[in-house]
């Protein structure tokens, strides 16, 4: 059976979204643990996030998920991470600052 993509873009802004507990897991577990396997393999740093992602993404692929759906999902999500970095610009900068 397909993933169903609409289910996992929609979100509402709330603690029960579980979009929003997707990406808080990402944020808070995977990217320090990803950058904990870079450094400890001495890899690249973001080598694993960029084949982390490819790599997770290819299992949607394997799954029958058009590669065009795929690709429209991802820029969708990308263009609502940039406007949230943005957003943090405007309201004075990353949580871990050069104070
Ligand atoms: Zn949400």
């Not at 169903?4 to 643990?33: F, G, S």
């Not at 759906?69 to 871990?96: F, K, R, V, W």
Request: glycine share 10%; proline share 7%; with cysteine.
């Amino acid at each position: 059976m397909r993933p169903d993509l609409e289910t996992m873009l929609e979100h509402e802004y709330d603690d029960e979204c579980p979009v929003c507990r997707t990406q808080d897991v990402v944020e808070w577990a995977l990217i320090p643990a990803a950058s904990a396997w870079e450094v400890a393999n001495g890899l690249p740093r973001f080598a694993i996030a960029l084949h982390g992602a490819a790599g997770l993404l290819g299992a949607l692929l394997r799954e029958g998920m058009p590669r065009k759906e795929l690709d429209t999902a991802l820029s969708g999500l990308l263009d609502e991470m940039e406007q949230h970095i943005a957003e943090e610009g405007a309201i004075g900068g990353p949580p871990q600052g050069n104070a």
